[in-house]
């Protein structure tokens, strides 16, 4: 079955310490983005990629990082440089043009 | 920047009600979205309409592009329907509302 493997489920880390979370889909899609999710606010955009090797800042990219080698994947890197990390973090893909979003089961990040 | 805005923010009915969940944005879109999440986190497609309705089992959903106004309504309602309901404007990229929250109560 197709889809997107969000790992790792939960993730704890100490203030300070840079941490990547990982998103893998096998639906060939062209385009991907990387959301976060905080209480009572609507999911807002990191970073999204719409090709290999390109990739361009959301509304809130500031202190974190991504990458796109490979179509399949698209890391997303938390830095230190981040001033409030822990949130949820869910990962989405869609075929290009007018097509739905499909979306991993998300990365809880705790940073304490 | 598209406002999203979705009413109301929680709703509880009993097993068996029919349910409303409205969603309103502010500017033109190429289409809108219905998502739902479940207490897990994950989220899955409802629909995607840019015009009329579209109806999935006990799911219907509706939009008028003229009033940017849509409806997701949920007929006799069951406990496994409890989860959150996302709205999502798409013009290129997404603009989420901030959910509402359905418990159905047996």
């Known amino acids: 079955d197709g889809g997107i493997t969000q790992s790792p489920k939960y993730l704890f880390r100490k203030e300070g310490q840079n941490v990547t979370l990982s998103c893998e889909q096998n639906?060939?899609?062209?385009?991907m983005y990387w959301y976060r999710q905080d209480p009572g606010q609507g999911l807002r955009l990191i970073y999204y990629s719409q090709i290999v090797n390109d990739f361009q800042k959301g509304d809130i990219a500031e202190g974190y990082s991504v990458s796109r080698e490979k179509k399949e994947s698209f890391p997303l890197t938390v830095t230190s440089a981040q001033k409030n990390p822990t949130a949820f973090y869910l990962c989405a893909s869609r075929r290009t043009g007018n097509s739905p979003l499909h979306f991993g089961n998300g990365t809880r990040l705790t940073v304490t | 920047k598209n406002e999203v805005e979705q009413s109301p923010q929680n709703l509880t009915a009993q097993e068996g009600e029919f349910i409303t969940i409205n969603c309103s944005y502010s500017v033109g879109i190429s289409a809108l979205h219905w998502l739902q999440q479940h207490p897990g986190g994950g989220i899955v497609s409802l629909f995607m309409l840019s015009s009329g309705k579209k109806k999935h089992g006990r799911l219907i959903a509706t939009i008028n592009i003229q009033e940017k106004h849509s409806s997701l309504h949920i007929t006799a309602s069951h406990p496994r329907d409890s989860a959150v309901y996302i709205c999502?404007?798409?013009?290129?990229?997404?603009?989420f509302g901030t959910g509402t929250s359905l418990t159905v109560i047996p």
């Open positions: 639906l060939n899609h062209d385009a």
């Open positions: 999502a404007v798409d013009y290129g990229q997404f603009y």
